[in-house]
């Protein structure tokens, strides 16, 4: 079955310094694609980005990348020049027979 | 566009009420989620909607949850009776169809006391 692991329950980044939160995952599934999610204090969980298995290069969006091993089974998130507005939760999920399974988490806290 | 929708923000209820909360989709999507998410953890399934069919609702409490979407658009979902460990947060999601992209609503935070 499909496991999730984060292993930082939180972090600290100085702003405008760049940040890796970490994400395992173990899947025996030959086709797959992992996903982060952020989620301020308001609750909301917002879509950041994606990655396909099958993806010949890792994906970025703006100030987010990933950096995907596929050997490793590892998916990291990298957020370049972080800002206070990056304090949050950060989850990543990947798909487990038609359920989005969901990490335990990392709080990243950004500081001035 | 239009994200997903959902109300109230915010319930608190005595244990033994019940409560409901309402989920309105983006436009298009066939799929629509209900998540409960203690506080601490990554939210967990509890239904799953295909159109106004359920795909998956193997987490959800049946003899005190129950959850509708008769139109195949907006969703409700009902807790009767409320115990005090329903206290979390309720995210619906929508997605175009199954295994892609969700997309959340804001939550409802819900408190029994």
């Known amino acids: 079955a499909q496991k999730i692991t984060q292993t930082q329950p939180g972090m600290f980044v100085q702003e405008k310094e760049a940040v890796t939160l970490d994400c395992t995952y173990d899947?025996?599934?030959?086709?797959?694609?992992l996903f982060w999610y952020k989620q301020p204090s308001s609750g909301e969980m917002i879509f950041l980005i994606y990655?396909?298995?099958?993806?010949?290069q890792n994906a970025t969006e703006g100030r987010y990348s990933l950096n995907f091993q596929k050997a490793r089974k590892s998916a990291n998130l990298v957020i370049s020049a972080s800002q206070l507005g990056d304090s949050a939760m950060y989850f990543c999920?990947?798909?487990?027979?038609?359920?989005?399974?969901f990490g335990q988490g990392t709080e990243l806290s950004v500081k001035p | 566009e239009a994200g997903v929708a959902q109300s109230p923000r915010y319930k608190i209820i005595e244990k033994r009420q019940s409560v409901a909360f309402w989920c309105n989709p983006i436009s298009g999507h066939a799929t629509l989620y209900w998540y409960q998410q203690i506080l601490g953890q990554g939210p967990k399934l509890l239904i799953q909607?295909?159109?106004?069919?359920?795909?998956?609702d193997s987490q959800l409490p049946k003899d005190r949850f129950s959850a509708e979407r008769l139109k195949g658009v907006d969703s409700t979902l009902k807790i009767q009776p409320a115990k005090l460990e329903d206290s979390a947060v309720y995210l619906c999601?929508?997605?175009?169809?199954?295994?892609?992209?969700?997309?959340f609503g804001p939550g409802t935070r819900l408190l029994v006391l």
């Open positions: 999920a990947a798909y487990q027979g038609g359920k989005l399974i």
């Open positions: 899947t025996s599934d030959p086709s797959y694609g």
């Open positions: 909607f295909q159109n106004n069919g359920v795909v998956d």
């Open positions: 990655q396909g298995s099958y993806d010949q």
């Open positions: 999601a929508s997605s175009v169809k199954t295994q892609e992209t969700q997309y």
